[in-house]
């Protein structure tokens, strides 16, 4: 490994060329990230003798003047539009002058032309994703008639362009002194952007220091990091490449690019235990050291991808026609329970589907106990459900019951339960008032024997205590506790829009009319003469002795 300092001039002369490996990460910088880089370069333009420290790039070298950008092409790809952009603006004066400037100019961030086709010699290739819409539309500066038919990395590209023309109109004026423009370029940009450059000769350092820096705090997401390990596994094999890009490609179509990483973590809990967020990269590199193992992981982990979807779409096809298994998956989804999803990945390819039923049943019962009601630790919550999921992998668990008794750790008992649930009170915006209306329409479910879906449903929340009170409200409530009331759960309501707007801060003995023609059975049933804070607890308590039998397991040995 050599590492030295270099001005992007000294990066780009002498021949040098610079290439984004295929399979690399689009271009990802938008707005903030250009305009940081302008602001840093106009205020170093008025600065003497000062320089811009640009951060390390990562280089694999391939030649004496060819190089492989391992980190850095974000900065180098934003730093080549910036400088079309200076260029274009001096071509657009007249004069053979500033022919003559923008051609010196373009030697200098494109490099030359080939003599025999007359093409340009680009100094910078990107990615497979990227390099074409770069060559046919950022370097000629030619306007597609249609950038929405273009992927997204695509069209940051040319919002970089037109981003950069803007900040040079404004900041040169409408019609720039050229000689400003080229020393702008020259000086400023080339001589006085400094990069810490690390070069080293072969793919295992170069993807090693790759790790490093990443683990240091550059800006590497942690998708990434795991793509460029398994790529460069197979990086001296075409056949193997395309194979790896094949898959990664499915996998991250099925599961987004952004939630892979905890996809991975949580399929790879169900084989080898929890797996704690900065140890993931350690894990796949000690499971898949070569490209036969990078082949065969990213294979086996196809069916768990498409679950893992699931899981976050009640429209999937895997709950077509089962309509508690719906109600389930939206649930996990209010509780934020991905700690159980590796026991979820398990069942759902080795019990019967209406026993995979059963256990999703059962996580949202522990998730609901567990995580919203008592707060457990999720470190403990993860080690036992990875543990049970190991498990089941290996054919030691195959039936519910032993599941749940597996999962015993992280059940809580009725009476911590029922605690939890007299204190619980709820935000109402926001994720919080979510939650409220899951548990709410449970309850009602459970009142009035009737199917509700929450999602579908109009009803709204009603605060019976309101949450602006007048103040006849007060006589019962005291300031001071009133605001600690609102908010609990025994407050809390179902009530029709139209009602509900009615009802608004109105005294309590004026809502009750309004609850009695409320269709909903939780409503309905209150009946009390005065609203205090021992009646709000009260309720509470009635609820929470409700939700008891609501949430809990079905299967035998339950705590």
């Known amino acids: 490994m050599q590492t030295n300092t270099a001005s992007l001039g000294n990066l780009f002369s002498n021949g040098n060329s610079y290439t984004v490996p295929p399979f690399q990460r689009q271009y990802s910088w938008g707005e903030e990230e250009w305009e940081d880089l302008w602001d840093d370069l106009w205020n170093l333009r008025t600065a003497e003798a000062s320089a811009h420290f640009m951060g390390a790039l990562v280089l694999k070298t391939e030649s004496s003047i060819r190089f492989v950008v391992v980190d850095g092409q974000q900065r180098l790809t934003t730093i080549t539009i910036l400088g079309l952009a200076v260029i274009h603006a001096i071509e657009a004066q007249p004069g053979a002058g500033n022919l003559a400037r923008a051609a010196i100019l373009r030697r200098l961030i494109l490099g030359d032309e080939d003599p025999a086709s007359?093409?340009?010699?680009?100094?910078?290739?990107?990615?497979?994703?990227?390099?074409?819409?770069?060559?046919?539309?950022?370097?000629?500066?030619?306007?597609?008639?249609?950038?929405?038919?273009?992927?997204?990395?695509?069209?940051?590209?040319?919002?970089?362009?037109?981003?950069?023309?803007?900040?040079?109109?404004?900041?040169?004026?409408?019609?720039?002194?050229?000689?400003?423009?080229?020393?702008?370029?020259?000086?400023?940009?080339?001589?006085?952007?400094?990069?810490?450059?690390?070069?080293?000769?072969?793919?295992?350092?170069?993807?090693?220091?790759?790790?490093?820096?990443?683990?240091?705090?550059?800006?590497?997401?942690?998708?990434?990091?795991?793509?460029?390990?398994?790529?460069?596994?197979?990086?001296?094999?075409?056949?193997?490449?395309?194979?790896?890009?094949?898959?990664?490609?499915?996998?991250?179509?099925?599961?987004?690019?952004?939630q892979f990483p905890e996809f991975l973590r949580q399929s790879l809990a169900a084989r080898h235990g929890r797996i704690r967020r900065d140890h993931l990269f350690r894990t796949i590199r000690k499971q898949a050291p070569d490209r036969a193992a990078a082949q065969s992981l990213l294979q086996s982990l196809e069916s768990d991808a498409e679950l893992y979807s699931a899981l976050s779409d009640t429209s999937h096809e895997y709950w077509r026609g089962r309509l508690e298994d719906r109600r389930r998956v939206r649930a996990l989804q209010l509780l934020r329970a991905p700690q159980f999803h590796p026991?979820?990945?398990?069942?759902?390819?080795?019990?019967?589907?209406?026993?995979?039923?059963?256990?999703?049943?059962?996580?949202?019962?522990?998730?609901?106990?567990?995580?919203?009601?008592?707060?457990?630790?999720?470190?403990?919550?993860?080690?036992?459900?990875?543990?049970?999921?190991?498990?089941?992998?290996?054919?030691?668990i195959t039936a519910g019951a032993a599941l749940s008794a597996a999962l015993a750790p992280v059940y809580v008992p009725d009476q911590q339960f029922l605690h939890g649930l007299e204190g619980l009170s709820l935000q109402t915006p926001g994720r919080d008032g979510r939650l409220a209306r899951y548990i709410l329409f449970e309850l009602e479910r459970d009142a009035g024997h009737l199917e509700r879906d929450m999602d579908s449903d109009s009803a709204t929340i009603e605060h019976i205590l309101p949450d602006s009170p007048s103040d006849s409200w007060y006589t019962a409530f005291p300031v001071a506790q009133a605001e600690s009331y609102v908010c609990r759960l025994g407050n809390l309501t179902l009530l029709e829009p139209a009602l509900n707007r009615d009802a608004a801060a109105r005294p309590f003995p004026e809502k009750l009319p309004l609850y009695a023609r409320s269709a909903y059975a939780l409503t309905q049933s209150i009946g009390q003469l005065e609203w205090t804070p021992d009646t709000i607890s009260a309720r509470q308590h009635q609820l929470a002795t409700r939700a008891l039998h609501i949430w809990r397991s079905d299967f035998a040995g339950t705590p």
């Open 118 to 258: 007359l093409t340009r010699i680009g100094r910078l290739t990107l990615s497979r994703a990227d390099d074409g819409f770069f060559q046919d539309f950022i370097l000629p500066s030619i306007q597609p008639s249609n950038p929405l038919r273009f992927p997204e990395s695509n069209r940051r590209l040319l919002q970089a362009a037109a981003f950069f023309q803007r900040r040079i109109t404004v900041g040169f004026g409408p019609d720039p002194s050229t000689e400003e423009l080229a020393r702008f370029l020259s000086e400023t940009v080339a001589r006085r952007l400094q990069f810490l450059v690390i070069t080293v000769e072969d793919d295992a350092n170069a993807y090693r220091l790759f790790e490093t820096l990443n683990a240091r705090g550059v800006s590497l997401s942690p998708a990434d990091l795991i793509k460029n390990y398994l790529y460069s596994l197979a990086a001296d094999s075409p056949a193997s490449l395309a194979a790896i890009d094949r898959a990664w490609l499915r996998l991250t179509g099925i599961t987004g690019l952004e």
């Open 343 to 396: 026991i979820l990945f398990e069942t759902f390819t080795r019990f019967r589907r209406d026993d995979f039923s059963r256990v999703l049943k059962l996580i949202v019962v522990l998730a609901f106990r567990a995580i919203t009601v008592a707060r457990q630790e999720s470190s403990v919550i993860e080690s036992t459900a990875a543990d049970a999921a190991r498990r089941v992998r290996a054919g030691e």
